[in-house]
């Protein structure tokens, strides 16, 4: 993960800006796919989808739906 996605995501928590966490989490999870690091992308994912959980953001069905194409569901 780049530094500035780092910084993104940290200022984001400390805004609790749950909105923007669920896109640099997805952000993340992109850059970690990219890699072949499925492991982390898929930590990534739980992330953004626990926040689209939270605030019915509209990316959540496909936030679940990548955790389940890469066998995360159960």
Do not use: W
């Not at 939270?54 to 069905?61: G, K, L, R, W």
Request: hydrophobic share 50%; net charge negative; charged share 25%.
């Amino acid at each position: 993960m780049s530094g500035s996605l780092d910084a993104a995501l940290l200022a984001a928590h400390e805004r609790d800006d749950r909105a923007a966490l669920v896109g640099l989490y997805r952000q993340a999870a992109d850059e970690a796919e990219r890699a072949a690091d499925i492991d982390a992308a898929c930590f990534f994912l739980v992330h953004a989808y626990v926040f689209a959980l939270e605030i019915a953001h509209p990316d959540t069905p496909a936030l679940h739906a990548r955790l389940r194409a890469h066998g995360r569901e159960n």
